[in-house]
């Protein structure tokens, strides 16, 4: 069974041109979550903490990947890719050796919330071509539960409850990620088996976690290796997006969106991009 080892608390940040967020994990907690590099959540019903969304930016030697639970978000990159991702939807971009790109959010019936999330590429990828891919919440494989939950699995091969095997559809990819979405009724419990040799994060959107390894949203939950991860809602049910990769153990060197293993490469990238490289 994995075992909770650690509690990380979101914390209010600001980014792009002045959008309110909940960075749930970040730079500090490298180590812990690699090879992921940092998670955010957007979820407001007011349009001005988010409306100027994210201008035209870079990105070198990482993956951005993300995810809407509720109204919309608007791509278009320097590569002519162009388009919307909506409810249940997931835009997967692998930056490589670099892309240009601005998101923009857009509420839905009053309502924004959407996650993004920056997975680090290994060494030998991180000049690879720059790619896009949608995903579409009618793509994503799902299984109902018994009480009314449901396991989605948009990255990896998770079985449940140790009946059904569910395959994302993404292809296979060297950090191996595992990116899955559960909801759970009150006091539902459900099991999950996914890279057995690697940590789970889990990070509750909404509710609570109930038992002695419980805790409720806005918080992150870091879980050992193991065969089977257990999870039990509380009285007033839980949403979750649990995610799991193969570390890299690699030396991280950042500077904004560019994400290298030294600082030479770093610089070569600021280069690249002020002399325009990157188109």
Known sequence: MRK??????????????????RRIAGSQFNALIDPFLMLDEINSDEA??????????????????????AGRMRHRDHLGNEGVIGSGDVQWMTAGKGILHSEMPEQESGLLHGFQLWLNLPAKEKMKPAAYLDIRASEIPSADLSLGGKV??????????GVQTLKGVLPELSTQPVMID???SANEAVNL???SDFSALVYVM????????????GHMGIYSDGDTLTLKAGNKGASMLILSGKPLK??????????????????QAINDFRAGRFV
């Open 4 to 21: 909770l080892k650690r509690i990380i608390q979101g914390r209010a940040v600001s980014d792009g041109d002045g959008v309110r967020i």
């Open 152 to 161: 989605a699995v948009i990255a990896g091969v998770v079985r449940v409850d």
């Open 206 to 217: 909404k509710g609570e976690l109930s038992g002695e390894e419980g805790f409720t949203f």
């Open 182 to 184: 559960v909801s759970l």
């Open 193 to 195: 088996q996914f890279n």
């Open 250 to 267: 690699e030396p991280i060197a950042q500077y904004g969106p560019f994400v290298m293993n030294t600082r030479t490469e770093i610089d």
């Open 48 to 69: 001005a903490d988010y409306i100027g969304g994210f201008p035209e930016h870079p990105h070198r030697g990482m993956e951005t990947i993300t995810f809407m639970k």
